[in-house]
């Protein structure tokens, strides 16, 4: 965990410590936001609750890094960023690194879902495993 | 508000990517240049705008005054870095036109070719950024606009040729101007072999990192009739931005593909200037990337959306064309200051002191300043 998350984040990693994924909802005008904020952005209201969707997303874009730009990832490198999005949380778009693919085998709107067997409380990183295996129930 | 003030002075310091000299030293060395270029003593300047972020907290208002020995009457600040600059006309005008001051210097400097934070200094801002960004590596704006890149490539089609296009017709822009930080041709075949940083962005897509300043001078069109130079004239003004926070504007925003504030900014600035877009004889525009150059230009309306690559291939905007853009090479080949240098280039233009890189028959030019959220636009005019 960095030093500067607010405690307003943490129920994000304590849902993917729970193998789920988790952003807030606006009970008020049934909305969702990203990322957290103070007050519902759209109507603001005060009532936010972290609101279970299925976690599987869809690829919006990506990008494959093979520069690094801190030193932490002078190791990584070349890694991928993905922004998914989610049909159940519109407006909602989230970065992560997507693993386990060939970067010649990415694709726009290619499914992809929490590597919750990854997800390490230390690291607060929850990366994305893209669905190019023959296709598998979601649970 | 119909602005009625003048840009008298211009001012920068040789483009580098080190220098020995430190950053107020660099600040100072421009803005005295303005002064000097305007023909206007030190004492005489008695208000400041600059953008409200970077100089505030590097080279303070007040530190310049001191320097200069010069009283402030006006102290102002606007958005940040290129919004910032291409909007402090705006804040000027308001304080010249209002009797508040006579004669107000902007300036802006960056040593992020020494800094070892350099450009991703900002990311300390954002609780959220850091939180859910940059433990993935999404940590720096080559990467933000990678993302951004692909997904503009899937939307409206632009080939990697079209893209490449921007950089090969900056750099021979750059090379007509001369003296810039590079000085090696690039072609096309250059351009596509070049090393990727963050794909589908090689290296030519990305600004060059500098250590460096400029400086501009505002007064009076009254005033500026007794200068050294032939004023340039503030004809219009434009700021807009949206709700998005800066930590989000890179992924959240529903248009993520289109300049925030970039079109209304623009339509702000065109109609206190009393033109339109086909007045515009060259756009000076915010090219921290290749993309970032093809989204503006569409997003200012100087082109339907998705065609601004064609734009480029096709020659459009090289100078001597239809809309010269970036007439001295920008941040891709000239140097990095962060829109300071297109104010400083569109008054050359628009004195027609500009040589080797002189667009013929200037009238009006365009600056857009580009600080997601934010945008920033300043119309400029030739005199007589
Ligand atoms: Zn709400």
């Given at each position: 965990m960095t030093e500067t998350a607010g405690d307003e984040f943490q129920p994000f990693w304590d849902a993917a410590a729970a193998g789920e994924l988790r952003f807030p909802f606006c009970r008020s005008c049934q909305k969702f936001h990203w990322y957290p904020m103070i007050r519902c952005p759209h109507c603001n209201t005060a009532d936010i609750s972290w609101r279970a969707i299925d976690p599987t997303g869809s690829l919006y874009s990506w990008t494959v890094v093979q520069r690094p730009f801190d030193a932490a990832f002078n190791d990584r490198t070349p890694y991928v960023v993905g922004l998914l999005e989610f049909p159940d949380a519109?407006?909602?778009?989230?970065?992560?690194?997507?693993?386990?693919?060939?970067?010649?085998?990415?694709?726009?709107?290619?499914?992809?879902?929490?590597?919750?067997?990854?997800?390490?409380?230390?690291?607060?990183?929850?990366?994305?495993?893209?669905?190019?295996?023959p296709a598998r129930s979601l649970e | 508000?119909?602005?009625?003030?003048?840009?008298?002075?211009?001012?920068?310091?040789?483009?580098?990517?080190?220098?020995?000299?430190?950053?107020?030293?660099?600040?100072?060395?421009?803005?005295?240049?303005?002064?000097?270029?305007?023909?206007?003593?030190?004492?005489?300047?008695?208000?400041?705008?600059?953008?409200?972020?970077?100089?505030?907290?590097?080279?303070?208002?007040?530190?310049?005054?001191?320097q200069l020995g010069a009283t402030s009457r006006f102290d102002g600040s606007i958005s940040y870095g290129g919004a910032g600059i291409a909007c402090s006309p705006l804040q000027a005008a308001l304080a010249i036109n209002a009797g508040l001051a006579n004669v107000v210097i902007s300036y802006f400097?960056?040593?992020?070719?020494?800094?070892?934070?350099?450009?991703?200094?900002?990311?300390?801002?954002?609780?959220?950024?850091?939180?859910?960004?940059?433990?993935?590596?999404?940590?720096?704006?080559?990467i933000y606009f990678g993302l951004w890149t692909r997904r503009y490539m899937k939307e409206y089609g632009l080939t990697p040729e079209q893209l490449g296009s921007v950089a090969v017709q900056q750099r021979q822009h750059a090379l007509l101007r001369g003296g810039g930080q590079i000085s090696k041709p690039l072609t096309i075949e250059d351009y596509l072999t070049a090393p990727r940083i963050a794909e589908p962005l090689g290296v030519p897509d990305c600004c060059l990192i500098t250590d460096g300043a400029g400086a501009f001078v505002m007064t009076s069109n009254e005033r500026a009739r007794d200068c050294r130079k032939p004023p340039v004239h503030v004809a219009g003004t434009g700021f807009a931005s949206i709700p998005v926070s800066g930590d989000s504007v890179f992924?959240?925003?529903?248009?993520?593909?289109?300049?925030?504030?970039?079109?209304?900014?623009?339509?702000?600035?065109?109609?206190?200037?009393?033109?339109?877009?086909?007045?515009?004889?060259?756009?000076?525009?915010?090219?921290?990337?290749?993309?970032?150059?093809?989204?503006?230009?569409?997003?200012?309306?100087?082109?339907?959306?998705?065609?601004?690559?064609?734009?480029?291939?096709?020659?459009?905007?090289?100078?001597g064309s239809d809309l010269p853009i970036n007439t001295h090479g920008g941040f891709l080949s000239y140097s990095y200051r962060l829109g300071i240098e297109h104010v400083v280039e569109a008054v050359r233009q628009l004195r027609g002191e500009a040589g080797t890189n002189q667009v013929a028959n200037t009238r009006f030019g365009a600056v857009g300043g580009f600080s997601l959220p934010d945008y920033g636009v300043l119309v400029l005019s030739a005199d007589g």
């Open positions: 519109p407006g909602v778009r989230l970065i992560t690194n997507l693993v386990d693919i060939e970067t010649d085998a990415i694709e726009f709107g290619m499914a992809a879902a929490p590597a919750f067997d990854l997800y390490d409380t230390a690291e607060s990183r929850l990366m994305f495993r893209p669905n190019v295996k | 508000m119909t602005p009625d003030i003048a840009i008298v002075g211009i001012g920068e310091t040789a483009p580098v990517r080190r220098s020995p000299k430190d950053l107020r030293s660099l600040v100072m060395e421009a803005v005295y240049d303005a002064l000097d270029d305007a023909g206007i003593a030190p004492g005489e300047v008695d208000g400041v705008v600059t953008d409200s972020v970077v100089m505030p907290t590097t080279v303070p208002h007040d530190y310049v005054m001191a400097g960056v040593d992020w070719g020494t800094r070892p934070s350099g450009p991703y200094g900002f990311h300390d801002l954002y609780p959220a950024k850091q939180t859910f960004e940059k433990p993935y590596g999404f940590n720096a704006q080559p992924t959240q925003d529903p248009n993520v593909l289109t300049t925030p504030g970039a079109h209304p900014a623009t339509e702000q600035a065109l109609a206190m200037a009393g033109i339109e877009r086909r007045d515009i004889d060259f756009v000076e525009l915010y090219d921290c990337f290749t993309i970032s150059v093809l989204m503006q230009l569409e997003d200012m309306g100087f082109c339907e959306k998705g065609e601004a690559g064609a734009f480029f291939e096709e020659g459009r905007a090289a100078i």
